[in-house]
Every structure is written in structure tokens, then in C-alpha cells.
């Protein structure tokens, strides 16, 4: 195939044509393809309805010899994307019984019976390459038509993302000849958007090439990018991130896929150390992003969810007079929960966190969004006041992450 | 204009092509269409590219009699809608001077000169509709083509917003004559999306309306929907979900905007009732989640997040004993577990989950996605055995999802 590949995304399903979800299946296949230096050139929507469906799908081959559909190939009459491709590109189906052996299999594993609708999901096009999905009932499928090349995917995400890794990304590389564009993301917690620009001024004055910035809950990531051939382009990119690093210091976390809840797992993991958490305000999410992390059983011995002062008192063994005098959303309660969570569970460190995450139950010199972490060790300890006024479920996710970033900076000072 | 309009939604630019940002206007216009009836069949994001964009309009109005278009009226000469606009329907642009004056006027209100390139912005059709725009420079446009209807707006999102308030809803009010679309959403946990199907064999042959299904991690959506006016439109759906709640029962956990912990956390309320958690495998997940809801406080009281057998002993009360006999995830500790949360926290209810997460830990016994849940009250317990062999966090989100459900299923029979 020629360089100039470009590439179409059909993401199917009436549910994406109303006003509450959105495609982001295509920002994996577009993350795949800007690896390989393949432009996508539109990328579309439509519903379970199969006439515009095969327009859809005719409209994009025309503009491009690249082709990703997601969704449309679940077991009900919904779905209709099979029989959309057969009609546009003139294909015949069968049915492939093994892939209803499997699907048999799978049910029975569970212990239940396949129902009959189930057997749909093992149509498939005469000719044409079946994609076996180990994730889940839907077969996906690579098509070659006319020399244009048509890979369709199921719509569940992370079915989608094991097929882009599985057929799709070995296949670019192959066609393509190899990556063309690299990538390198450094990550931020601790800082708004606003105080990471205004950090980057001589950075911005000095690199004509553009840097991306984007903001999400809790951190900032900075997106570095250069094409051309590998070694050229790694060394670029090196030289702006040592730059980069210069600026900002520790307030780097991690890079390109880290999260910090995996960050501060592996710095646990290389001391053979252990955490455990008392948290109030944060429900629990504390305890489940760092158990979000494969093998956290290694180092994460338990939490304790101290919703009331009785709680706090028992499981955290913080004293009712701490809590008398200061109140429960307090530095000192916030103190004594890490210490607590320390000693009961036995571990190398301990977080506590208390707040008011609202909407109710602020006052004037405790409002809503109030919060104190605490993050202790054998003999010292750590601590940050802060406030996050906003919605309740945006402030335990701002929370935890500002809870982990204390725990990462007070691991890499002792 | 008759009942059986349609809408097409165009977003233009490069930049919602990477792999990085999505559109996101679209739903604020789909919304707007929705209350009024009017279905979106097609959204698309196409690049700044002139022929792109000539193609995708006219796509789209064979397809919908109604298109809204978002982006490319910046003063740059990226911007290419006016000019892709004025090729794929014909039309005649001419300067207007007003706009001119008012930009330059806008330009020195801020003590600047306006750049020669927004006087482009100055360009609009003659014989079609200019639409001032009060929050930024780039006017919109509403234009009338062979009986179609062409909204034109600016692609930053307040801008955009205001744009469809002041001028798309008072036109979408005043041509549909004020026909609304009603909508009514049943909730079921505890089913794959096939078994509903199934079980709908016999809804689907005597009703011809469609009902669109949607599944998602743990819970299956059944979207009901009628048009016309209010009273008759609302007793259809009443008709409707009083076959389907003969169909399911107590599968029905809630209704639209209902999730299970919300819905858990009412009938708690309404009881004066409480409860508290122990879990392993959802490492804090399952308390976080009750705690998602506003004013979970009066309900929740704590939860223990075991993720050792020491935990387990320790905080939940757990007899060793049992461990010893039965191992980890088994039901006895599940139970062990729920009637520990119980008496440690004082509560009505008390949860218990144990299971093997993975990816490590699965055995031939007790494979990875084994999971025991058990719920204790005064004088009674329930335990599911499930088995959700899935990537961890998905296993995480659906074991909660089973905990909540069986909570609400033992509330509602004891």
C-alpha cells in the first residue's frame, strides 16, 4: 500500500444520537492510527438503521481506503451492522458453527443456556477474515473490498480496545512499514491548568512546535509529539521532556499511561512497603482506586470507611477527645486516622482523609469542600488542607488523587 | 413543516480528529431536538478540508431536512465553512458592512485594532438569515434550501450554547407547534442483555413501536418513548410500562435517572434503616459507591475494607476458624462477613463480599471472577454465588452492582 492511507470511523448505536453519551471508542482507533502517521479523516454516528447505515458506510470508503466500524454486532435485532456491510459491499453470509460452539461454551460455563437470539453473533462473510473477540460474544471482522479495508469492531469499550491491540495495531505496522509519529505524555497532579502555562512561558518562547495541554479531574498532562524516524524523532522528543522536568520537578507524577494509583504501587512495590487507608468523606474510593491496581494485594492491607465519630473511634482507633475538640473534620482527626490506619492494619504507612463533600453539613469556617489528609509513617508525618467546593462526585475523585500525591511525595522524601 | 422532520449534526474541525477530544456541542443540539420530537439520525466531525466538508453536507441533507453545523467560522483561513456552505448549496455570499463596524467596534472596546483576517467574518448569503452573535465574533447563519433548514453556528461551546437557546429552541417551538416527545426509562439489574430480549419475545409481537435496549456494565435499560400530545403520550407509556413491569417484576430496580445505590439508599431512608459494609475483592467500591448519593450519611455508617485474612478477623469479626475451613472466598466467610459489618457498625444491614479479583489468585476451584455476596440482617441472611471472570475493574463495578441488588431484594421481601 502507498503512504497515503487515510481512515473513517463508523460508530453505531441509536444510543450515541441522544443527548447523554458520546463516541470515545474512536479516540483509541485515532490513537492507533496517529501512531502509524494515518490521518483520520471523519469520523461519524449513525443509528441501528440499516439504510443509512449502508450509506454510512459507502459515504466513508468513498473519502478514505481505511474503514473502523464499532458496535451494531450484539445478538438482538438491533444490530444491524452485519447485515449493513453485506448489502454495501455486496458480501454473502454463513454461518460459522463454530463460533456457535463457543458462544454454547461461554454460556455454559456460567452455568446458563444460550438463548436462540445468540446464534445471530455467528453470521459471518463468505471470503473474508472473522476476528475471534476473547472479551466477549461478538465476533469482529476484517474485510477487503476493492482494495479498501474494512475492520469492524464490537462497540463495547474494552472489547474494542483488546481488538485495536490484538488485529488492528500488527496489521499497521505490517502495512505501514512501522510507527511514524511518537508520542511521550508527562503527567501533573497538584497544579490547575492556569499554574501549569504560566510555568511553561519560557518553554512556549523557546519550542515553536506545539505542546498540547489537557486538563482532567485532578491532573494535567502535557503532550509531547515528533515524527519521523525513530531515533531522530525519540531524541526530540527526550531532549523537550528533560526540559520539561526541569520545570517542573517533582510535580510530575508519571508518563504516558501511568495513573498514580499504579505509580504509587510500583514505588510501594520496589521497598517492599505497605499502606493502609481511614477514610470518611471519600466513601471508600481511596481503598478502591489503589485496589484498581492488578497485584495491590502485595501492599495494600485494608481500609477503614469512618462515615460517623463512632467509626473513627473504633476502627481507627482515633481518640474521642481529638474528636471533641476539634471536631471530625479536623488536622489533627485527619492525623490520627493515618496513624490509626498504620497501626491496625500493620503497614509502613497510613492515609487518613476527613471532609465534608456536601452538598449539606458545611458551616462558615468549615464549608463545603473542606478536607484534611494526612499521610503518616513510623515517625514523621505529612499534611494538606484543602478545598474542593464542587460536585460531590468530582470532589472524592479530587480527593483521592490529591490523598495519593501526598502518600507519592512523602514516599520519595523519607 | 410536517411531523417527520429529521436532523443532521455536522462538527467541524481538525482538532476533534485526534485522539484526545471529542465533540461534545452536539448533545447540547440533540437535547433541544429531543423535547421537540425531532430524532438525530446522523452526527459527524469532519476536518477543516473545503471538499470534505462540501460532501458531508450534502450527505447529510439527503438524509434529514434539518442540519446544524458547529465550527469553521473563525476569521482564519482554516475556517472553511462559509465558503464549503456557499459551493455545496449554491449560494451567493456578500460583505456586510454592519458586521464589520460592530467587530471593530468589539475590537476597540478592548483598546485593539481588529485584525484585517475578521473581516472574512463580515461574509454572509444573500437572501438567508444572519444570526447575531452576542458572546464572540463569528455570526451564525440560518439558512432555507429547497425546503431544508441549515443552522450554522460557531463551534465554542457558550458560544454555541446561547446560539441554540436565542434562535434554534424558539424555531423548533413555533414550526412542531409545540409536539413534545415524552420519554420513560425502566431499570434492570441482574440480567444480561439477552435474557431481557428473551424474555421481551412476546412484548415485541404485540407491540410494533420500537423499544430500544441499552446494556450497560451490570444494568440493562429499556428506553420507552411516545410522541404527540402530553396526556395521550404519557398514558401509552404508562400502558407500556405496566406490561413490562408484569414482564420483569422486581428485576425493575428503578426508573430514569435512578441508579441502584440511589434507589438503595431511598428505601433505606424511607425505613430508618441502615447499613455497613465488609468487603474484599471490591476493595472499597461498594462503600464508595453508597456514598456516591447526597445525604448517604443518615444511612451508611462504615465499611471495612478487608483485603487480608487478618482484616477479615480483625475488623469484620470473622471466626478463623472458618477461613481455615473454608477458605477466603467461600460462602461461609461471605456471611461471616456481612453479619460482622452488621454488629461492628450497629447497623439493620450488613454486606459482605469476598472474591478473586485477578488477574492472579484464581485457582481450578475457585477460578479468577469467583465471587461470594452475602446480605445479614436481624435474623436472616442471602448469598448469590457469582462468577464474572472480566477485566478488574469492570468484575469491581458489576460484583457492586450484584451487592446493591441483593441488598434491595432482601429489603424489599423482609
Request: aromatic share 6%.
Amino acid at each position: 500500500m502507498s503512504a497515503k492511507h487515510s481512515a473513517s470511523i463508523i460508530a453505531i448505536g441509536s444510543e450515541m444520537l441522544g443527548p447523554t453519551r458520546v463516541d470515545t471508542n474512536s479516540l483509541k482507533v485515532t490513537a492507533a492510527f496517529e501512531s502509524f502517521g494515518i490521518g483520520v479523516v471523519r469520523k461519524s454516528v449513525v443509528g441501528d438503521t440499516q439504510d443509512q447505515l449502508v450509506d454510512e458506510i459507502r459515504h466513508s470508503l468513498e473519502h478514505s481506503d481505511i474503514l473502523i466500524t464499532s458496535g451494531g454486532l450484539g445478538p438482538t435485532e438491533d444490530d444491524m451492522t452485519r447485515e449493513a456491510l453485506a448489502e454495501a459491499l455486496g458480501l454473502t453470509m454463513e454461518v460459522d458453527a463454530g463460533i456457535i460452539e463457543r458462544l454454547e461454551k461461554r454460556f455454559a460455563a456460567r452455568g446458563w443456556v444460550m438463548p436462540e437470539v445468540n446464534k445471530r453473533q455467528a453470521n459471518v462473510f463468505v471470503g473474508q477474515t472473522t476476528l475471534t473477540n476473547e472479551r466477549g460474544t461478538a465476533p469482529g471482522f476484517h474485510i477487503e473490498h476493492d482494495g479498501k479495508h474494512v475492520w469492524v469492531f464490537p462497540g463495547v469499550p474494552h472489547e474494542l480496545e483488546w481488538m485495536v491491540t490484538t488485529y488492528l495495531t500488527p496489521w499497521l505496522a505490517s502495512t505501514t512499514g512501522g510507527q511514524s509519529r511518537f508520542r511521550r505524555v508527562l503527567k501533573i497532579a497538584g497544579m490547575t491548568e492556569s499554574g501549569v502555562e504560566e510555568r511553561l512561558k519560557t518553554y512556549y518562547a523557546a519550542h515553536p512546535e506545539p505542546l498540547t495541554i489537557l486538563a482532567t479531574s485532578g491532573q494535567t498532562e502535557l503532550h509531547l509529539a515528533a515524527d519521523g524516524a525513530e531515533s531522530e524523532a525519540l531524541a526530540l522528543i527526550a531532549a523537550r521532556e528533560a526540559e520539561l522536568r526541569e520545570l517542573f520537578a517533582h510535580k510530575i507524577f508519571g508518563v504516558d499511561d501511568d495513573t498514580l494509583e499504579a505509580v504509587v504501587g510500583r514505588m510501594l512495590t520496589e521497598r517492599g512497603e505497605t499502606v493502609a487507608t481511614a477514610e470518611s468523606c471519600t466513601g471508600g474510593l481511596l481503598a478502591s482506586r489503589i485496589t484498581d491496581v492488578p497485584g495491590s494485594s502485595a501492599y495494600f492491607m485494608g481500609g477503614a470507611v469512618c462515615y460517623t465519630a463512632a467509626a473513627k473511634i473504633d476502627l481507627a482507633r482515633v481518640d474521642p477527645a481529638i474528636i471533641a475538640e476539634h471536631g471530625e473534620v479536623s488536622e489533627p482527626v485527619a492525623i490520627a486516622l493515618a496513624r490509626g490506619a498504620r497501626e491496625r492494619f500493620g503497614t509502613t504507612y497510613g492515609i487518613g482523609v476527613t471532609g465534608i463533600a456536601g452538598p449539606g453539613g458545611g458551616t462558615e469556617a468549615k464549608p463545603v469542600g473542606t478536607v484534611h489528609i494526612a499521610v503518616a509513617g513510623a515517625d514523621a508525618h505529612k499534611h494538606w488542607k484543602l478545598l474542593w467546593p464542587m460536585e460531590r462526585s468530582l470532589f472524592k475523585r479530587i480527593t483521592t488523587q490529591s490523598a495519593l500525591d501526598l502518600l507519592r511525595l512523602f514516599i520519595v522524601r523519607t
